[in-house]
């Protein structure tokens, strides 16, 4: 049973940055809360007793303006004065908390320590911020990112931040993910098969879109789900703008293309937008049957995130969900 | 067995930013290690789930010469822009968390977590800030500070932080200094019977140097040692610059003089340097066989600081002790 008006719901699944600017975008069109954003907590890591959730927070930040668009994470008009003093007391430096987005991760380790689930704190703090979107964790249990590499596996912001993605890749694991349960307040959305559209975000498509697809739940929901599922190729050019996904693709033997991440998804998702420095990738996905938009995936600008959202939710209303469900 | 040279060894028993200003004054004559600080660790709490020592971070900052001399508190060139952001998150603020300052509670939280003991994180600090002195906290066991209110028991920090020291006190609770030792590193200090000097610092003498008496292993030491305890009233004119030291000696029905604090005390101390605002509660004093020394005990500046500290350490070489270990 959905709940009255839900068909008119916008379902999200997003990683970080790439996929809050998207995310973003959604939510100009989309003023009320019939948008919901699964966001991945993979790497989210205990660091100096917090609990920090880098995805969860460029969400909020993005969906609430405040995030860093030149900098590209955290918070605008960020300062550093707490890792100046951190690095005085001879305390590791390496991971980056600017004084402004600390009071996030103090505040959700309290909430958290005070019995909190992690979905209850992000809705406290979305509210607070006035963010009408419903922003939904994956799962209010732990799943954490390990990235196995040619140097052994390390847990995914020490292969990320602490050694800035060079260790070669080998694969990815989950721990958790088996036991992960979507968090309570993502039931009607579960329970929901046909959003009038369900669209995954340009994150990479390993350690953002991966872990939440981990989560048996989702991709039940899913292949389930009677409403086509429209992705955001993360590539311009074959390159990331942003982050190892291209260096992963290359090192476990894909092309970092929309067809080399059809093929890492293994046909999940029924159509593909890719921007124009790829429209020969979208020939050849064409070519098999995949409906392809070809259009500008790069935001720069607030208006670059609304475009793109909009081109997104209009190529969504044409496609028909199809072979996906078939498999 | 003293340690060799050990008979150098200058001890203070201070709590927090009174206390911490002589301290300083001390560390400005006493350039070498042969100075000794036990700080009290009962306002020490736990907040937003941080491990906060207000009167050792107190110690640490006016040794490392980072302390705020206009605020009175807290780190000099101190921001507060966690704690803007703490406001947005919904968090409380009533306790107020600079910037450079929280450095402290955070790294100190994660050592604790690590395992480590409070005086183990107070030695690595204190030697990364370049400090020669021991600052030794009364205890690693916890000693929670409860003030018996006509409004019921509260906790230090809420008494005194957010309720601005308002309610009319009828008593005092150290929770936890029965089971409280004295840190490892006291074990030789402990095991000295006439260090050079023993200065009971202008504290508070109910939630300063009341807690740290209530450790048994120091007011024992105290008893035991052969050097005359000489005790700085923290009054000026009979009252206290800073805290509610005076609205407490009242409300207990003490009057808020060294005569008062003699009885306090219960005769523990062996003489008193008192203010020349306050040079007839000497006569008092003198008259009962108890030495004093008046002199200015207001440190406005650094200079007052090391004045008050020579003149202190200069009676105390005249001071012999007596009528405090015939009890």
Not at 60 to 84: C, H, I, P, T
């Amino acid at each position: 049973m959905s709940a009255p008006g839900a068909a008119t719901r916008v379902v999200a699944f997003s990683g970080g940055v790439g996929g809050a600017k998207l995310v973003a975008g959604l939510a100009q069109i989309i003023t009320d809360d019939s948008l919901a954003v699964i966001v991945n907590t993979g790497d989210d890591f205990q660091h100096l007793g917090l609990s920090i959730s880098p995805d969860i927070d460029s969400v909020v930040y993005a969906l609430a303006g405040k995030n860093d668009v030149a900098r590209g994470w955290g918070r605008r008009d960020e300062s550093w004065r707490f890792m100046q003093a951190l690095a005085e007391v001879g305390a590791p430096t390496w991971f980056q908390l600017g004084d402004l987005d600390l009071a996030m991760h103090v505040w959700r380790t309290a909430r958290l320590n005070q019995g909190a689930a992690l979905s209850e704190v992000t809705a406290e703090i979305a509210a607070r911020f006035g963010i009408r979107a419903q922003i939904l964790p994956m799962s209010d249990d732990p799943v954490r990112t390990q990235v196995h590499t040619t140097q052994g596996t390390l847990e995914f912001q020490e292969y990320f931040v602490k050694l800035r993605s060079e260790p070669r890749v080998t694969g990815f694991e989950f721990s958790g993910s088996a036991a992960a349960a979507p968090p309570p307040a993502a039931r009607s959305l579960l329970d929901e098969s046909a959003p009038s559209a369900v669209i995954v975000c340009p994150s990479n498509p390993f350690v953002s879109i991966g872990p939440i697809l981990a989560v048996t739940a989702w991709s039940d929901w899913l292949r389930r789900c009677r409403s086509p599922v429209i992705a955001v190729s993360p590539f311009v050019g074959r390159q990331a703008l942003k982050g190892p996904a291209e260096k992963m693709m290359r090192e476990l033997g894909y092309e970092p293309s929309s067809m080399g991440l059809q093929t890492v998804y293994g046909r999940a998702f029924d159509a593909w937008v890719i921007d124009r420095a790829d429209a020969k990738d979208a020939d050849a996905l064409e070519a098999l049957g995949v409906p392809c938009l070809v259009t500008d995936t790069v935001m720069r600008t607030t208006d670059d995130q609304t475009k793109l959202a909009r081109a997104v939710l209009d190529f969504s209303a044409r496609v028909v969900a199809s072979a996906r469900r078939a498999g």
